[in-house]
């Protein structure tokens, strides 16, 4: 596991959703060895980061978070959708990331597009980047620092920052903002509003995704 200084400071450019002045930080509660996650300090910085990709769950860890998601999801309307993109901040991803998050803007005024009622980049990155000001972004602690510029399989960090990213909003529940959680990737384009299976808090509503048949955990430097 690798551990970032917790006094780093923001390096990024442009306005983000925080408005805090100072830092502030809320740690991970399931292990003392695990991320520790900062508020961001100011409007020009990412929304909240972690400085470790160490997560250390244990069975009774996942747990613990899952009811903790769960108690946040009942708080929202069933047909609530918050919507998640990750990326490492690269500039090729960052084009890509624009093209999503306007088309998703477009149909959010469509008929139905209303029940898209928050986005988050989750950015697995080692500093804040020039686009944190664009749209509100989680920086999670990368497995591999070097995919800041380049790496042969910048993916291999997807899994663990979005795992963090659930830590972070054990802890800070305020960050969820609906019921269903929308994994998205930044060379999506919307077309139209997302079709739910149903409500979230219906049991027998089943949510759906595919295969990233590219993300293979057996790649070498994965």
């Avoid at 999503?100 to 980047?129: N, S, V």
């Avoid at 802890?171 to 998205?184: R, S």
Wanted: glycine fraction near 6%; charge should be neutral.
């Amino acid at each position: 596991p690798t551990t970032a200084p917790t006094t780093s400071s923001s390096t990024s450019s442009g306005a983000s959703a925080s408005s805090d002045s100072t830092s502030s930080s809320s740690s991970s509660s399931s292990s003392s060895e695990g991320p520790r996650f900062f508020k961001g300090s100011g409007r020009r910085s990412s929304i909240m980061y972690s400085n470790s990709n160490s997560t250390n769950l244990t069975a009774a860890d996942k747990q613990r978070i899952s009811r903790a998601l769960k108690k946040r999801a009942a708080e929202l309307p069933g047909t609530s959708i918050h919507a998640l993109m990750t990326g490492n901040g690269s500039p090729y991803q960052n084009i890509q990331g624009r093209i999503m998050y306007a088309t998703m803007k477009m149909i959010q005024l469509m008929p139905g597009g209303d029940a898209i009622k928050a986005f988050t980049r989750i950015m697995h990155r080692t500093t804040d980047d020039d686009l944190v000001g664009e749209f509100p972004t989680f920086r999670a602690y990368p497995l591999e620092p070097s995919c800041d510029n380049w790496c042969e399989f910048p993916v291999k960090d997807r899994a663990n920052a979005v795992v963090q990213w659930l830590m972070a909003a054990e802890q800070n529940p305020e960050m969820i903002q609906g019921a269903w959680l929308l994994l998205l990737e930044s060379d999506y384009t919307w077309m139209k509003p997302l079709e739910l299976p149903g409500s979230a808090h219906d049991v027998a509503a089943q949510g759906y995704g595919f295969k990233y048949d590219y993300i293979d955990p057996q790649y070498p430097s994965a």
